[in-house]
């Protein structure tokens, strides 16, 4: 196929990055993707992810078919999420992201579907480029310049490069990431089959938040493969993709507010994944004895903490050929489960007003449409996020002054 006369650089290889490159490249528009991480497996990549009838819709938008049946293949699939008093006693839900509300709602392991992503772009993703900035010209185009020194000029410059984007705080830089004060330690148990005979059944759930005082919370979420992804893999014709990480798991958290830790910020980080397992088992030692059965499968290796953080809803800007997508411009609490497949649903539409630009209609026109219509939708759901992060993990709410 003759590539464009339209040529598209993105930054950030996740996967929003990705799906878009996928989306461009199977429309024959000229894209290439710069990645900050030395490859795709430098950095623990893997947890688990839910992905609803959005994010789904725009990998069938974007992917080609035997990419897309990966997805299908490699995903896992649960009955609708539920939550728990810290007796195990089931209470009633309202969590807007249960599975139950339509449409097909799966669990996916991140990095499984980020090797997805990856099949056949090959040189079209280059590793080890970090951003530093850009330059606009007068004639319409962009230069991205890289911390090796290198740089590249395209006719769009998108931004997919998550919550913490240099491209942003450069473009944007009244935009601001808010701390919600809650902290989560986040790790696996492998479901071997003695794990999978401790844990309840009722807790093999897309997500099972277990309740507990002062804003405690726990969650648990199962990553279980049907058929195993090798042999997925084998029977759909090997599909040039590489798959490493591809055992069954519990997913396992644990969120509070900082100010219940016993640990700084900096302690927290510089814990061992021991150390924090243990901090989570005192937390909940006053919890259902099954908890901390669940907690002693933890393996420490999978066990690392995160600062929740959230972005504060801005009002729109004049479009011009820097825009963004994902986490770079609306980076949500995790709390309802929707910040992949929103940046999934921008990509796929940030796809197809560029194959429209790239057809001959104006560029800064196709991409105001889909700056106007992802700022609506993606700060609907950094609100609905935070709310919900409120009522169930005590996050700060948004400031008043958020638009
Ligand atoms: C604990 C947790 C659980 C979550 N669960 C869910 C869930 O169940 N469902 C859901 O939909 N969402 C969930 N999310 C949110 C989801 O992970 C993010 O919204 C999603 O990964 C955002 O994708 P992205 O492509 O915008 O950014 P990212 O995935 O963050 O990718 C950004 C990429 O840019 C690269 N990069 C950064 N800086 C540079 C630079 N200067 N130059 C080049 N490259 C750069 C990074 O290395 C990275 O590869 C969860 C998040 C967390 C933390």
Known sequence: MNKSALRVIVIGAGLGGLALAQGLHRDGIDVAVYERDASPTSRAQGYRLRMNPDGLAALEQLLPQHLNRLVSATCSIQPPSAYFDDRLDPIPSTDPGRGDEGGRNVAVNRLTLRQILLG?????????????????????????????????????????????????QQYLPHARVMD????????????????????????????????????RHLGLAPVQYRPPVHRAVAELGGAAVEFTDTEDYMMCLFSAPAELLPLSDDELHSASGE???????????????????????????????????????????????VTLLGDAIHAMSPAVGVGANTALRDAALLATQLGKAARGAELIPALRDYETAMLDYGFQAVRTSAEFGRQRMGQAPLPTDAR
């Not at 090959?122 to 962009?142: K, L, N, Q």
């Open 120 to 168: 056949g772009l090959g040189e079209i993703v280059s590793f080890g480029r970090e951003c530093t900035g850009y330059e606009t010209h007068a004639d319409g185009t962009v230069t991205a310049r890289f911390r090796d020194g290198s740089h590249t000029t395209g006719d769009v410059l998108v931004a997919a490069d998550g919550v913490n984007s240099p491209v942003r």
């Open 180 to 215: 919600t004060g809650v902290r989560t330690i986040y790790g696996r148990c492998p479901l071997t089959e003695a794990a999978v005979a401790a844990i309840p059944e009722r807790l093999f759930t897309l997500y099972s938040g277990v309740l507990g005082p002062d804003h």
């Open 275 to 321: 150390q924090l397992r243990d901090l989570v088992m005192a937390q909940t030692r006053d919890w259902s004895p099954r908890i901390g059965t669940i907690l002693e499968m933890w393996d420490p290796a999978t066990v690392f903490p995160l600062t929740i953080r959230s972005t504060v809803p801005i009002t729109p800007w004049q479009t011009t050929a």
